[in-house]
Nanobody, 126 residues
Framework: QVQLVESGGGLVQAGGSLRLSCAASGRTASRQNMGWFRQAPGKEREFVSAINWSGGSTYYADSVKGRFTISRDNAKNTVYLQMNSLTPEDTAVYYC???????????????????WGQGTQVTVSS
């Protein structure tokens, strides 16, 4: 497992943008497949986006495709989620998650990640 710390959440108006960051630390921080999930009040946690350890493969939920972009800087052990054209439906607590690259990567299944951050609140006003 690694330690994950998210940052970058906040309050933004509809149509605006935010960039979330997730910094990883620990012995295997540089070899983690990473994902972003979110949970809105009263709703189940849902997959948002994921990226494999090399950055060569990315995955998106249909609801964010074309608006969100995931990327990573392995020199900094940090994963980013650029969120554009935000809508009130994007309001949620956003969590980053990690799993070692030696494990088969099934990016959309949250239960298969073994490290989670504390979450960062994203609120989009109409």
């Amino acid at each position: 497992q690694v330690q994950l710390v998210e940052s970058g959440g906040g309050l933004v108006q509809a149509g605006g943008s935010l960039r979330l960051s997730c910094a990883a630390s620990g012995r295997t921080a540089s070899r983690q497949n990473m994902g972003w999930f979110r949970q809105a009040p009263g709703k189940e946690r849902e997959f948002v986006s994921a990226i494999n350890w090399s950055g060569g493969s990315t995955y998106y939920a249909d609801s964010v495709k074309g608006r969100f972009t995931i990327s990573r800087d392995n020199a900094k052990n940090t994963v980013y989620l650029q969120m554009n054209s935000l809508t009130p439906e994007d309001t949620a607590v956003y969590y980053c998650a990690g799993v070692q690259a030696t494990v088969r990567f099934i990016p959309r299944v949250g239960a298969l990640y073994d490290s989670w951050g504390q979450g960062t609140q994203v609120t989009v006003s109409s």
